[in-house]
């Protein structure tokens, strides 16, 4: 992915505008992509989204409703996400066909944690800020994981150094060495995520419009600026090679 093309206009435009140009072969990964939610739909059901409402997200769960495949979404609502993304959790449950299911993290935990460790003990240190995301995502995520056979996220290979080997289709990945995991956009561009939104008129997270190409949690997501990698957001405090929180993690 280009960065100047994600922020060379200075704030002037929308994301849309800055970022939507796909690339000469985007009809066939479009192709691709609703073949491998459809069989996901047809061959593992039962079959869930995992959502974060980021762009990507967004274009799975539109394709979902699309295709009228019976894939439910689930969001982790961590209780430290933007407003902005809260407000478009709200408009998405109020719109999409598809149930969309909200998880939230064992209130008491995350209350010791804080009166122990403090609001921002995740500045502190690696295994704090683990022990965080441990307990408003990691929890969480196995409770709506529970029962399933397989889940659909919105990793690309683009991303990171990390996840440059992402395949359309993953078997037994930690956390979920019993479940299938389908990334129908793994081939996909940055700028073909934005020229499908674009196309289709795609209800976003303004936070995009703001230089925050991947959105997390406020105290762990910042915009970035010229030259950094797309995900230099987040854990910005962190080395490179720590910035997972779990949910997408092998041994």
């Not at 993304?85 to 064992?106: G, M, N, Q, W, Y």
């Not at 995740?122 to 022990?131: A, D, F, G, V």
């Not at 441990?134 to 996220?153: D, F």
């Amino acid at each position: 992915m280009s960065q100047s093309s994600f922020l060379s206009s200075g704030g002037a435009s929308k994301a849309t505008t800055l970022n939507a140009h796909a690339s000469d072969d985007f009809a066939a990964k479009l192709a691709e992509t609703q073949a491998l939610l459809q069989r996901a739909a047809a061959e593992f059901s039962p079959v869930t989204q995992a959502s974060s409402l980021g762009a990507e997200d967004v274009v799975i769960t539109h394709l979902i409703n699309r295709l009228k495949l019976d894939i439910p979404v689930f969001v982790l609502q961590t209780g430290a996400l933007h407003t902005e993304t809260l407000a478009l959790l709200e408009r998405t449950e109020a719109t999409s066909h598809t149930p969309i299911k909200v998880f939230t993290p064992v209130h008491e935990s995350v209350i010791q944690f804080v009166r122990k460790e403090g609001q921002d003990a995740m500045y502190k240190s690696i295994e704090l800020r683990k022990t965080c995301c441990n307990i408003r995502k990691m929890e969480p995520l196995a409770r709506a994981l529970q029962g399933q056979r397989a889940w659909v996220t919105g990793l690309r290979q683009e991303q990171s150094s990390a996840r440059a080997e992402v395949p359309l289709q993953d078997d037994g990945e930690v956390p979920t060495k019993n479940l299938s995991k389908f990334n129908p956009l793994a081939k996909w561009t940055w700028g073909d995520v934005w020229h499908y939104i674009a196309d289709n008129k795609v209800d976003y997270n303004p936070l995009h419009d703001q230089f925050y190409p991947s959105v997390g949690c406020a105290p762990c997501t910042r915009a970035i600026s010229m030259g950094e990698e797309f995900r230099a957001g987040r854990w910005w405090w962190e080395d490179e090679a720590a910035k997972e929180c779990g949910l997408h993690v092998k041994k």
